[in-house]
């Protein structure tokens, strides 16, 4: 079946039953998605489904045929740029182990996409991730100041 990942269509020969993280992991070698619990729990298999935060450790694979696929690999805008939500990440120092923070991050980028300014109970609603390494100040932190970081680069560009 044929995905479309990151702006690329992908071919890829599976089962229509396989979960999406398993294709993005073992057939693709995309192995920034993480799998933590395998039951739709904690958030770190999370990737832009058609624009919503999805996790895909029981997702079938058939379910993601037609939608538009992002993945923490594809949201650097280019080789060098970062995102604003990668860039106010490393500014707040979030991550402690990593292990979560792929899937925080997919997360932060769909709120902000649907919520350029978002208040402290508009980020707890939406981040629902699970970070054993208790993070959940320094997300919240980072969420504010991607989105400043968003705000700044949207009045630049339209005052070009
Ligand atoms: S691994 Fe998918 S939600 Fe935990
Ligand atoms: S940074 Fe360690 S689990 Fe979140």
């Known amino acids: 079946m044929e995905l479309?990942?990151?702006?690329k269509n992908v071919t890829v020969e599976v089962e229509d039953t396989m979960p999406l993280l398993w294709v993005l992991r073992d057939e693709l070698n995309m192995t920034g998605t993480k799998y933590g619990c395998g039951v739709s729990a904690c958030g770190a298999c999370s990737v832009m489904l058609d624009g919503v935060a999805t996790r895909t450790c029981i997702l079938p694979v058939a379910a993601a045929v037609g939608k538009p696929i992002k993945t923490i690999e594809g949201i650097a805008d280019g080789e060098n740029q970062l995102?604003?939500?990668q860039r106010a990440w490393i500014e707040h120092q979030v991550p402690?182990?990593?292990y979560c923070q792929s899937g925080m991050i997919m997360a932060a980028e769909a709120l902000l996409d649907n919520?350029?300014?978002p208040s402290d109970e508009d980020i707890d609603k939406a981040m629902t991730n699970?970070?054993?390494?208790?993070t959940y100040q320094r997300v919240r932190?980072?969420?504010?100041?991607?989105?400043k970081m968003r705000a700044g680069e949207n009045s630049l560009l339209s005052s070009l």
């Open 115 to 117: 919520n350029p300014d």
């Open 96 to 98: 402690q182990c990593g």
């Open 4 to 7: 479309n990942i990151n702006g």
């Open 83 to 85: 995102s604003a939500v």
């Open 130 to 134: 699970i970070c054993r390494c208790g």
């Open 141 to 147: 932190s980072a969420i504010k100041g991607a989105a």
